[in-house]
């Protein structure tokens, strides 16, 4: 057994070990979906939302291909997440409930809570499998694991300790997951950086290109930052902590203080990809750029890094299931099955539903290992996402939204979203437009066939009996 592996099973039986202990704090199921956090905790939880296996892998393989400009991913996560705590975290307080659906129906009524709940939780499992399949990806290309096994092994970790803590557990986890990102990049930038002259040497070796913030692209930059502000605002991993917060300043306060922990560390994983150009200028696949970079490292080093990558991954896993659990239980089960049921009760079907979300994730991942498609039903579900906010805002800001035309507008724009990413893989581009990017195409759809759905299902409307106050 090689000492990687060795690092990074330790990191995993602590990662599991911490959310053990931090059982005897969520006997309840206010406390396992969360309750009274302080700023550290919901910094904490809302963070993995945001840095995940993307920010690492996939930043630094951006910085191989463009350089800095890569690091936009995460700028644009924070910009987003700035937005959510500017203008909606007070908002969103106000309304006492725990997850988004729980949002959209003070605004647009029942039916529509349980749609966007569904929808909702679709994104989260799409975007977890994502996430453990770039778990199972690691062990195969660094550790030499069967992908299977590699699944099973780091899936039933974070299974075990979300099982055992709930949100509690995610909070205390991801700081130790947030201390190992950083530090992890931090010495990775150093000792790559060293060996190469540090970034005198980047400025000789690279073109100057690669100094830009705009290489990348103005599309790309602005599809990110709108997807991103769209995301943010609707996200139950990434919210659910604002939801949880002590009051509304701790919210806010948290959320501010996501948004700078999350933004500058493209910027690390950006100059990762950046020196494995410098010293691997003929790698044929661009996304092994980090991979490649840690293993020309000492043994320890690689270790600590590579174990710091599996913590930016288990950061995101561990709140997506959780936020599975969270919707499908609150919006579903309590509100339309069995709206009676216990605390006890409530939590026991919390656990399951969650494990259960778990589970799917990593049959999934498994059953969509070698995929090519894996990133295009990624950005699928990202657009059912912003769809959703649209719909949102209407319900919020428009007087005649109606319940009914949300669910037909949600259902057009996610229809739009799977028409846009099929006819691209199958014909290599977008309809209609180059630019018009699935996520652009989904927000028109929603913003349109809610202003005319709500109008035509006006005589009828079924949104919430009583709209709540905007300035709430």
Request: with cysteine; charged share 10%; glycine share 10%.
């Amino acid at each position: 057994m090689t000492i990687q592996i060795v690092i990074i099973l330790v990191y995993l039986l602590t990662t599991i070990l911490i959310g053990l202990l931090a059982k005897r704090s969520s006997n309840s199921s206010v406390a396992f979906h969360g309750a009274g956090l302080g700023v550290l905790m919901c910094v904490a939880a809302g963070t993995g939302e945001w840095l995940g296996g993307t920010s690492t892998t996939g930043v630094s393989e951006y910085g191989y291909i463009f350089g800095l400009s890569g690091a936009w991913y995460t700028i644009a996560n924070g910009i987003g997440v700035i937005v959510l705590a500017l203008c909606f975290a007070k908002l969103y307080r106000s309304l006492e409930t725990v997850t988004v659906p729980g949002i959209v129906e003070k605004y647009l009524g029942v039916d529509a809570r349980v749609v966007s709940s569904i929808l909702l939780t679709l994104v989260m499992v799409v975007v977890g499998t994502a996430q453990i399949i770039a778990a199972g990806t690691l062990g195969v290309t660094l550790l030499n694991i069967d992908f299977t096994l590699a699944v099973l092994i780091l899936g039933t970790g974070f299974i075990i300790y979300t099982l055992a803590g709930g949100m509690i557990a995610v909070g205390y986890t991801n700081i130790l997951h947030l201390v190992m990102m950083y530090g992890g990049a931090i010495l990775a930038v150093f000792f790559a950086l060293g060996d190469i002259g540090w970034i005198r040497g980047l400025r000789v070796s690279l073109p100057d290109s690669y100094f830009n913030f705009m290489t990348i692209g103005a599309p790309k930059v602005s599809s990110w930052v709108i997807a991103s502000i769209l995301g943010a605002c609707t996200a139950q991993a990434g919210i659910q902590p604002i939801l949880a917060a002590r009051d509304v300043h701790v919210a806010k306060k948290a959320a501010l203080l996501t948004a700078l922990a999350v933004a500058p560390f493209g910027i690390l994983t950006a100059l990762l990809g950046m020196a494995a150009r410098v010293k691997f200028p003929d790698l044929t696949n661009p996304k092994l750029a980090l991979p490649t970079l840690m293993m020309d490292l000492s043994p320890v080093l690689s270790g600590i890094v590579l174990a710091s990558i599996l913590a930016a991954i288990l950061s995101t896993v561990s709140p997506i299931i959780l936020a599975c659990g969270t919707m499908l239980t609150k919006d579903i089960y309590q509100r339309k099955l069995k709206t009676q049921a216990d605390d006890r009760r409530i939590l026991r079907v919390s656990r399951v539903i969650t494990g259960l979300s778990g589970v799917l994730c990593m049959a999934l991942a498994i059953l969509m290992y070698g995929n090519t498609r894996v990133l295009d039903i990624v950005y699928f579900a990202y657009t059912i996402r912003g769809s959703l906010f649209i719909a949102l805002l209407f319900g919020i800001y428009w007087k005649k939204a109606s319940g009914k035309g949300a669910i037909w507008a949600m259902i057009a724009a996610t229809f739009t979203g799977l028409l846009w990413v099929v006819y691209k893989s199958v014909y290599g581009e977008y309809p209609l437009h180059p630019l018009l990017t699935e996520t652009y195409a989904s927000v028109i759809v929603a913003a349109l066939s809610m202003i005319v759905f709500s109008l035509f299902f006006s005589n009828s409307k079924n949104s919430a009996s009583n709209k709540c106050n905007i300035s709430g």
